[in-house]
């Protein structure tokens, strides 16, 4: 094989881990994920009575497990119970208060039992006839409090990578390790 023929077959089999590398991730990470919400992230609503947030599979339904809080521009709880679980759709009551950004904060359980979460923001901008605002809770009507409330503005990380893209990049970068090494001993062997 000549040096240009065994530089292609390097390039193949290395494309070919990569392959294997992007295949292993989206593989273990099959969870759920959040495909629409109402309102959605960034618009400006004038009355609000629910925030619903769609998932493209049913998340599941455990006790406790489905989280939604409403936070206000005052840093209070705007939602007025737990959410309810519809198929894929999670709806929870809110009743807002003053106008200006809120942020909606989520937590469900994935239908492959992985628990998920992430936050949003949306505005809010009644006019003279709305309703009057709601006063709003200094706790959450759901969940724990939690600990991103109390950094107004901050955007926090949708979903941190699942443990199983690592470890399907780790086994790609391994195979490309593997490949190299392999080429480089084939190489040195002819030369010899
Ligand atoms: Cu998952």
């Not at 609503?45 to 809080?69: E, M, R, Y």
Request: hydrophobic share 40%.
């Amino acid at each position: 094989m000549s040096i240009r023929g065994r530089l292609l077959a390097a390039l193949a089999a290395g494309g070919l881990g990569a392959v294997l590398a992007v295949a292993g991730a989206s593989a273990a990470s099959a969870h759920d994920t959040l495909e629409q919400t109402d309102p959605a992230s960034g618009a400006t609503v004038k009355t609000l009575s629910a925030v619903t947030l769609t998932f493209n599979a049913d998340p599941l339904g455990t006790d406790g497990a489905t989280v939604v809080q409403v936070v206000g521009p005052d840093r209070k709880y705007y939602e007025t119970a737990c959410p309810d679980l519809n198929g894929t759709d999670v709806v929870s009551p809110a009743a807002l208060g003053p106008s200006g950004t809120y942020e909606v904060l989520w937590r469900v359980v994935s239908s492959d039992g992985h628990p998920i979460s992430g936050s949003y923001t949306f505005s809010y901008a009644p006019d003279g006839s709305a309703s009057p605002a709601a006063h709003g809770s200094a706790t959450p009507k759901c969940g724990p409090k939690a600990a991103s409330s109390t950094a107004p503005d901050a955007a926090a990380p949708a979903e941190g990578a699942d443990p199983g893209v690592w470890i399907g990049l780790g086994i790609g970068a391994v195979v490309l390790v593997g490949v190299g090494v392999g080429a480089w001993a084939l190489a040195r062997g002819r030369r010899e």
